[in-house]
């Protein structure tokens, strides 16, 4: 036998083609609520593979995070289309998928309006524990302006100023 020869190259292989199964047929659609507080709680549907064996597909659907705008959460908000929530799967209702608020931001668009030249942009952030367990992260962000009567073309504020307000 000659070195480096595939024996295998010329023979078929055991039984036939794998038939091809569409993937969607596998697949259920849940719809996903938001929390209470907001006026719209159907915010859409998601997909999950279906339950087989040990894997269940409420497993796969808890954690989830979906990303919404405030626009589409309350009626008549497409001012406020720039804040973005991000909402988190805790549980699992029959077909529906119950979140809860996980975070909050801006969208870039919005951010990058703010930013000014010749103004100081002061970024800060905590964390706070809540009575109830929840630890919140909060970022902030603010900027100088300028003030009445001012000639001066920059609005810069001093390094001390800014270590104040931080």
């Keep these: 036998m000659a070195v480096g020869k595939n024996k295998k190259l010329g023979k078929k292989g055991k039984g036939g083609k794998k038939k091809i199964v569409d993937p969607f047929s596998r697949k259920e659609w849940?719809?996903?609520?938001?929390?209470?507080?907001?006026?719209?709680?159907?915010?859409?549907?998601?997909?999950?593979?279906k339950t087989t064996g040990t894997k269940v597909a409420k497993d796969s659907l808890m954690g989830r995070v979906f990303e919404v705008s405030l626009g589409d959460l309350k009626e008549h908000a497409e001012d406020e289309a720039f804040r973005k929530f991000?909402?988190?799967?805790?549980?699992?209702?029959?077909?529906?998928?119950?979140?809860?608020?996980?975070?909050?931001?801006?969208?870039?668009?919005?951010?990058?309006?703010?930013?000014?030249?010749?103004?100081?942009?002061?970024?800060?952030?905590?964390?706070?524990?809540?009575?109830?367990?929840?630890?919140?992260?909060?970022f902030a962000i603010g900027f100088t302006h300028e003030r009445p009567n001012q000639r001066k073309r920059t609005s810069?504020?001093?390094s001390a100023q800014i270590r104040n307000i931080r």
């Design 156 to 158: 810069y504020a001093q």
């Design 86 to 138: 991000k909402l988190r799967v805790e549980d699992v209702n029959g077909r529906h998928c119950l979140t809860n608020f996980w975070g909050m931001s801006l969208t870039t668009d919005k951010l990058r309006s703010l930013v000014r030249k010749w103004h100081t942009l002061i970024e800060a952030n905590t964390t706070i524990e809540t009575t109830d367990g929840y630890s919140l992260r909060l």
């Design 30 to 49: 849940y719809h996903v609520r938001a929390p209470a507080v907001f006026p719209q709680t159907k915010i859409g549907r998601t997909v999950v593979t």
